[in-house]
């Protein structure tokens, strides 16, 4: 163990991680990973908020990409890919280089149609951290109601590592 792990285990309990380098370790009850022993990812709080932003555009309808005697309205897919983009920019201020964090859980209801040329915003919350796990509370508006709302996960990874396990995969 490094002088940083041995120093902070007298304060954390250690969970096992699949890793032999690595472990995650909690500090008053909160998770803090370790990506490598003596190498901490950074904590992302609770609470933390990101938004993205777009104009419904041709390309963004469900008549457009699903069937074709749908109105003009937002497809699904591309509010949840907004929301999405949300989640991760809530946390890319806590992503080290050479992090991100992929998506591995949406739950999402669509409760209003949305026609082309309105401006619609997603926004993302913090509302749980496990290690590298992290949850969000995610919604869709349109300036005058909820257009969707749900929940999130997603889990960081190292770009490197999941680049060359994406290579030995395809090999």
């Not at 002088?3 to 699949?18: E, L, P, T």
């Not at 992929?102 to 509302?127: C, F, K, L, M, W």
């Amino acid at each position: 163990m490094t002088a940083v792990v041995k120093a902070v285990a007298r304060f954390a309990s250690f969970d096992g991680c699949r890793s032999p380098d690595a472990a995650v370790v909690r500090v008053a009850g909160r998770p803090l990973a370790v990506h490598r022993i003596g190498r901490f990812m950074r904590t992302v709080p609770i609470g933390a908020k990101g938004a993205f932003s777009l104009v419904v555009r041709p390309d963004h309808l469900a008549n457009r990409f699903k069937d074709a005697t749908l109105p003009p309205v937002l497809a699904t897919p591309i509010m949840i890919m907004m929301m999405e983009n949300a989640a991760l920019n809530a946390i890319k201020p806590y992503l080290d280089a050479g992090e991100s964090a992929v998506g591995t859980r949406v739950d999402v209801i669509h409760r209003a149609a949305t026609p082309e040329g309105v401006a619609v915003v997603a926004s993302a919350e913090v509302t749980r951290t496990d290690g590298k796990r992290i949850e969000f509370r995610i919604e869709a508006t349109d300036g005058t109601r909820t257009i969707g709302s749900g929940t999130h996960e997603r889990s960081v990874v190292n770009l490197a590592a999941l680049s060359e396990r994406l290579k030995n995969r395809t090999a």
